[in-house]
């Protein structure tokens, strides 16, 4: 990047599957969304080391006191990766699309996790959550707040066909089973009240699904592109649901509401 350039705009380098790395020079005070989001061939995203406002270690884009960690290349190749101890705070999709990731370890360090942070991680089996966190937590490699009040992420590489979400969830949340290409069923239970947006997005084997008298509100493409969903049956405490809810769910002829 030329060092004329002080901010890089939202989706600046996006889906640009050929490049392989990116130099960010000293004079960039600003880097907007999705900035290198679906690079799939990225590897590495190098700051010069007098920017003062962002740094890299090892190709993993982070601001400079490594507080915030920003983009994990979408290209690299290793399967498993710890977050720094320094690291307060997860980006906005800092890890979508990263392919090769199986496991992701989160420390105690961390407060907050951006929205699509791990989606369409096609091949993460497991997201571990040190212990010592006191606002996140992990179950059988899948990541909830500290309380198992809210489902944040079910890993999309996880194989088995179906998953009981626990007693404890009130909530499950955007982008939650993003992806899930082997889940056929999700059973969901009284206590849940909320389906968030896009929670079950490109769930693409899921055939019919029953939404429980619980919930209240649906959110925006929840099911969209589910494409093998067939029926759907509403539970008669839903009060909203969002906009194109099942959009590109193409097989689908049946939605019961009572």
């Known amino acids: 990047i030329p060092d004329s350039v002080t901010s890089i705009g939202d989706y600046a380098f996006f889906d640009c599957i050929n490049l392989a790395s990116i130099t960010i020079p000293d004079s960039v005070t600003s880097i907007g969304d999705y900035a290198f989001s679906s690079c799939t061939s990225l590897t590495s995203i190098t700051v010069d080391a007098g920017n003062l406002n962002y740094s890299s270690v090892d190709g993993v884009l982070f601001n400079k006191p490594q507080t915030s960690l ?9 399967i498993s990766y710890t977050i720094p101890d320094s690291v307060t705070s997860i980006g906005v999709s800092a890890f979508s699309n990263c392919s090769n990731l199986t496991s992701v370890t989160i420390p105690d360090s961390v407060t907050s996790i951006g929205t699509r942070v791990f989606d369409s991680c096609t ?40 998953y009981t979400i626990p007693d404890s969830v009130t909530s499950i949340g955007e982008d939650a089973f993003d992806s899930c290409f082997s889940l056929t069923s999700v ?20 055939t019919s699904f029953t939404i429980p008298d619980c919930v209240t509100s649906i959110g925006g493409y929840a ?17 909203s649901i969002g906009k194109q809810a099942f959009r590109n769910c193409s097989t689908l002829t049946s939605v019961t509401i009572p």
């Open 123 to 162: 091949s993460l089996t497991s997201i571990t959550v040190d212990a010592g966190n006191s606002n996140y937590s992990s179950v059988d490699g899948l990541l909830f707040n500290k309380l198992q009040t809210l489902l944040i992420r079910y890993p999309a590489g996880i194989l088995d066909d179906f």
């Open 223 to 239: 099911f969209y592109g589910c494409i093998n969903l067939t029926s759907v049956t509403i539970g008669n405490s839903v009060t």
């Open 70 to 78: 920003i983009k994990y290349p979408v290209g690299k190749l290793d």
């Open 187 to 206: 059973t969901i239970p009284d206590s849940v009240t909320s389906i968030g947006g896009a929670a079950f997005y490109n769930c693409t084997n899921l």
